[in-house]
T-cell receptor
Framework: DAGITQSPRHKVTETGTPVTLRCHQT?????MYWYRQDPGHGLRLIHY???????DKGEVSDGYSVSRSKTEDFLLTLESATSSQTSVYFC???????????????FGDGTRLSIL | GDSVTQMEGPVTLSEEAFLTINCTYT??????PFWYVQYPGEGLQLLLK?????DKGSNKGFEATYRKETTSFHLEKGSVQVSDSAVYFC???????????FGAGTRLFVKA
Protein backbone atom coordinates (compact mmCIF):
# COMPACT_ATOMS: atom_id res chain seq x y z
CA ASP A 1 0.00 0.00 0.00
CA ALA A 2 1.58 3.26 -1.16
CA GLY A 3 -0.51 5.33 1.28
CA ILE A 4 -2.24 7.74 -1.11
CA THR A 5 -5.26 9.71 0.07
CA GLN A 6 -7.32 11.98 -2.14
CA SER A 7 -9.71 14.56 -0.72
CA PRO A 8 -12.49 15.25 -1.12
CA ARG A 9 -13.79 12.02 -2.65
CA HIS A 10 -16.85 13.72 -4.08
CA LYS A 11 -17.60 17.36 -4.74
CA VAL A 12 -20.39 19.27 -6.45
CA THR A 13 -19.85 22.93 -7.16
CA GLU A 14 -20.98 25.71 -9.44
CA THR A 15 -19.40 27.14 -12.56
CA GLY A 16 -16.96 29.95 -11.81
CA THR A 17 -16.02 28.85 -8.30
CA PRO A 18 -12.47 27.88 -7.35
CA VAL A 19 -11.86 24.24 -6.43
CA THR A 20 -8.81 22.62 -4.85
CA LEU A 21 -8.23 18.88 -4.75
CA ARG A 22 -5.65 17.41 -2.45
CA CYS A 23 -3.42 14.38 -2.85
CA HIS A 24 -1.54 13.23 0.22
CA GLN A 25 1.06 10.47 0.39
CA THR A 26 2.65 9.04 3.49
CA UNK A 27 5.93 7.65 2.14
CA UNK A 28 7.83 10.62 0.64
CA UNK A 29 7.88 9.40 -2.95
CA UNK A 30 9.37 11.91 -5.30
CA UNK A 31 7.08 11.80 -8.34
CA MET A 32 3.39 12.73 -8.24
CA TYR A 33 0.80 13.09 -10.98
CA TRP A 34 -2.71 14.38 -11.55
CA TYR A 35 -4.91 12.74 -14.20
CA ARG A 36 -8.46 13.13 -15.30
CA GLN A 37 -10.53 10.22 -16.56
CA ASP A 38 -13.46 10.75 -18.88
CA PRO A 39 -15.53 8.31 -20.96
CA GLY A 40 -14.03 7.97 -24.42
CA HIS A 41 -10.80 9.72 -23.45
CA GLY A 42 -9.12 7.27 -21.14
CA LEU A 43 -6.63 8.71 -18.68
CA ARG A 44 -5.14 12.13 -19.45
CA LEU A 45 -2.24 13.75 -17.62
CA ILE A 46 -2.95 17.24 -16.26
CA HIS A 47 0.24 18.12 -14.35
CA TYR A 48 3.05 16.28 -12.64
CA UNK A 49 5.73 16.96 -10.07
CA UNK A 50 9.27 15.66 -9.80
CA UNK A 51 10.06 17.24 -6.45
CA UNK A 52 9.09 19.99 -4.02
CA UNK A 53 8.27 23.12 -6.02
CA UNK A 54 9.16 21.28 -9.26
CA UNK A 55 6.13 20.82 -11.49
CA ASP A 56 5.37 20.65 -15.19
CA LYS A 57 2.40 20.55 -17.53
CA GLY A 58 0.78 17.46 -18.97
CA GLU A 59 -1.37 17.17 -22.06
CA VAL A 60 -4.53 18.86 -20.67
CA SER A 61 -3.21 21.54 -18.31
CA ASP A 62 -5.31 24.52 -19.46
CA GLY A 63 -7.54 25.77 -16.65
CA TYR A 64 -5.57 23.91 -13.96
CA SER A 65 -2.70 24.84 -11.67
CA VAL A 66 -0.76 22.77 -9.15
CA SER A 67 1.42 23.31 -6.14
CA ARG A 68 3.78 21.13 -4.17
CA SER A 69 5.20 22.90 -1.14
CA LYS A 70 5.82 19.66 0.77
CA THR A 71 6.88 16.23 -0.47
CA GLU A 72 3.71 14.61 0.80
CA ASP A 73 1.10 16.97 -0.68
CA PHE A 74 0.25 17.75 -4.30
CA LEU A 75 -2.63 20.16 -4.81
CA LEU A 76 -4.66 20.62 -7.98
CA THR A 77 -6.58 23.89 -8.35
CA LEU A 78 -9.29 24.83 -10.79
CA GLU A 79 -9.16 28.62 -10.58
CA SER A 80 -12.62 29.12 -12.09
CA ALA A 81 -14.38 25.82 -12.64
CA THR A 82 -16.22 25.12 -15.89
CA SER A 83 -18.65 22.34 -16.76
CA SER A 84 -16.04 20.80 -19.08
CA GLN A 85 -13.95 20.07 -15.99
CA THR A 86 -16.57 17.69 -14.64
CA SER A 87 -14.61 14.47 -14.37
CA VAL A 88 -13.03 11.89 -12.12
CA TYR A 89 -9.60 13.04 -10.98
CA PHE A 90 -6.87 10.62 -9.98
CA CYS A 91 -3.62 11.26 -8.20
CA UNK A 92 -0.72 8.88 -8.68
CA UNK A 93 2.82 8.47 -7.42
CA UNK A 94 5.88 6.68 -8.76
CA UNK A 95 9.39 6.08 -7.55
CA UNK A 96 8.28 3.42 -5.06
CA UNK A 97 11.11 1.21 -3.87
CA UNK A 98 13.73 3.57 -5.27
CA UNK A 99 12.61 3.06 -8.86
CA UNK A 100 12.69 6.00 -11.22
CA UNK A 101 9.66 7.77 -12.66
CA UNK A 102 9.43 5.12 -15.38
CA UNK A 103 8.50 2.52 -12.76
CA UNK A 104 4.93 1.52 -11.93
CA UNK A 105 2.51 4.14 -10.71
CA UNK A 106 0.28 3.81 -7.66
CA PHE A 107 -3.10 5.49 -7.75
CA GLY A 108 -5.45 7.02 -5.25
CA ASP A 109 -9.15 6.16 -5.27
CA GLY A 110 -10.15 9.28 -7.17
CA THR A 111 -12.23 12.41 -6.68
CA ARG A 112 -15.53 12.65 -8.50
CA LEU A 113 -16.06 16.33 -9.33
CA SER A 114 -19.31 17.69 -10.76
CA ILE A 115 -19.54 21.29 -11.92
CA LEU A 116 -23.05 22.54 -12.49
CA GLY B 1 6.28 10.51 -29.62
CA ASP B 2 5.62 7.29 -27.72
CA SER B 3 2.17 5.75 -28.06
CA VAL B 4 0.21 2.72 -26.87
CA THR B 5 -2.58 1.04 -28.82
CA GLN B 6 -4.81 -1.57 -27.25
CA MET B 7 -7.82 -3.38 -28.60
CA GLU B 8 -11.12 -1.65 -28.25
CA GLY B 9 -13.80 -3.06 -26.05
CA PRO B 10 -16.02 -3.99 -24.60
CA VAL B 11 -15.00 -7.61 -24.57
CA THR B 12 -17.69 -9.99 -23.34
CA LEU B 13 -16.76 -13.56 -22.36
CA SER B 14 -18.34 -16.44 -20.54
CA GLU B 15 -16.78 -17.69 -17.33
CA GLU B 16 -13.79 -20.01 -17.93
CA ALA B 17 -13.18 -18.65 -21.43
CA PHE B 18 -9.71 -17.68 -22.65
CA LEU B 19 -8.86 -13.99 -22.65
CA THR B 20 -6.51 -12.05 -24.90
CA ILE B 21 -6.28 -8.26 -24.92
CA ASN B 22 -3.83 -7.00 -27.51
CA CYS B 23 -1.43 -4.15 -26.82
CA THR B 24 1.18 -2.73 -29.16
CA TYR B 25 3.35 0.33 -28.76
CA THR B 26 5.73 2.69 -30.52
CA UNK B 27 8.67 3.97 -28.50
CA UNK B 28 12.32 4.82 -28.75
CA UNK B 29 14.92 3.69 -26.26
CA UNK B 30 14.06 1.24 -23.47
CA UNK B 31 10.40 1.32 -22.50
CA UNK B 32 8.93 -0.57 -19.56
CA PRO B 33 5.48 -2.07 -20.27
CA PHE B 34 2.73 -2.51 -17.68
CA TRP B 35 -0.82 -3.72 -17.38
CA TYR B 36 -3.14 -2.00 -14.93
CA VAL B 37 -6.66 -3.01 -13.88
CA GLN B 38 -9.45 -0.71 -12.70
CA TYR B 39 -12.45 -2.05 -10.83
CA PRO B 40 -15.63 0.06 -10.58
CA GLY B 41 -15.26 3.07 -8.30
CA GLU B 42 -11.55 2.52 -7.74
CA GLY B 43 -8.24 3.80 -9.02
CA LEU B 44 -5.95 1.85 -11.33
CA GLN B 45 -3.91 -0.97 -9.77
CA LEU B 46 -0.76 -2.46 -11.21
CA LEU B 47 -1.59 -5.94 -12.50
CA LEU B 48 1.78 -6.98 -13.93
CA LYS B 49 4.92 -5.63 -15.53
CA UNK B 50 8.01 -6.60 -17.48
CA UNK B 51 11.46 -5.08 -17.28
CA UNK B 52 13.32 -6.44 -20.29
CA UNK B 53 12.71 -8.06 -23.66
CA UNK B 54 11.15 -11.55 -23.51
CA ASP B 55 10.29 -11.08 -19.84
CA LYS B 56 6.96 -12.60 -18.87
CA GLY B 57 5.00 -10.78 -16.19
CA SER B 58 2.34 -12.71 -14.32
CA ASN B 59 -0.14 -12.13 -11.52
CA LYS B 60 -3.53 -13.59 -10.49
CA GLY B 61 -3.49 -15.98 -13.48
CA PHE B 62 -2.83 -13.17 -15.97
CA GLU B 63 0.30 -13.19 -18.11
CA ALA B 64 1.96 -10.92 -20.65
CA THR B 65 5.26 -11.31 -22.51
CA TYR B 66 7.29 -8.27 -23.57
CA ARG B 67 8.07 -8.85 -27.25
CA LYS B 68 10.50 -6.24 -28.45
CA GLU B 69 10.59 -7.53 -32.03
CA THR B 70 6.84 -7.03 -32.43
CA THR B 71 6.62 -4.14 -29.91
CA SER B 72 3.79 -5.93 -28.13
CA PHE B 73 2.70 -6.82 -24.61
CA HIS B 74 -0.54 -8.79 -24.99
CA LEU B 75 -2.49 -9.73 -21.87
CA GLU B 76 -3.76 -13.32 -21.52
CA LYS B 77 -5.63 -15.43 -19.01
CA GLY B 78 -6.52 -19.05 -19.50
CA SER B 79 -9.83 -19.08 -17.63
CA VAL B 80 -11.59 -15.85 -16.69
CA GLN B 81 -13.91 -15.43 -13.74
CA VAL B 82 -16.83 -13.06 -13.16
CA SER B 83 -14.60 -11.21 -10.68
CA ASP B 84 -12.20 -10.32 -13.54
CA SER B 85 -14.79 -7.93 -14.95
CA ALA B 86 -12.99 -4.58 -15.01
CA VAL B 87 -11.22 -2.15 -17.30
CA TYR B 88 -7.67 -3.11 -18.32
CA PHE B 89 -5.05 -0.54 -19.33
CA CYS B 90 -1.82 -1.19 -21.15
CA UNK B 91 0.86 1.39 -20.30
CA UNK B 92 4.46 2.28 -21.07
CA UNK B 93 7.03 3.87 -18.78
CA UNK B 94 10.13 5.26 -20.40
CA UNK B 95 13.66 5.59 -19.15
CA UNK B 96 14.65 9.25 -19.04
CA UNK B 97 11.09 10.51 -18.96
CA UNK B 98 8.70 11.38 -16.16
CA UNK B 99 5.51 10.28 -17.82
CA UNK B 100 3.75 6.98 -18.33
CA UNK B 101 1.77 6.58 -21.54
CA PHE B 102 -1.59 4.82 -21.07
CA GLY B 103 -3.70 3.05 -23.65
CA ALA B 104 -7.39 3.87 -23.91
CA GLY B 105 -8.47 0.93 -21.77
CA THR B 106 -10.44 -2.22 -22.60
CA ARG B 107 -13.57 -3.04 -20.66
CA LEU B 108 -14.06 -6.73 -19.94
CA PHE B 109 -17.40 -8.24 -18.98
CA VAL B 110 -17.44 -11.86 -17.80
CA LYS B 111 -20.82 -13.62 -17.68
CA ALA B 112 -21.60 -16.46 -15.28
Amino acid sequence: DAGITQSPRHKVTETGTPVTLRCHQTENHRYMYWYRQDPGHGLRLIHYSYGVKDTDKGEVSDGYSVSRSKTEDFLLTLESATSSQTSVYFCAISGVGGQGPQGPQHFGDGTRLSIL
Amino acid sequence: GDSVTQMEGPVTLSEEAFLTINCTYTATGYPSPFWYVQYPGEGLQLLLKATKADDKGSNKGFEATYRKETTSFHLEKGSVQVSDSAVYFCALGHTGGFKTIFGAGTRLFVKA
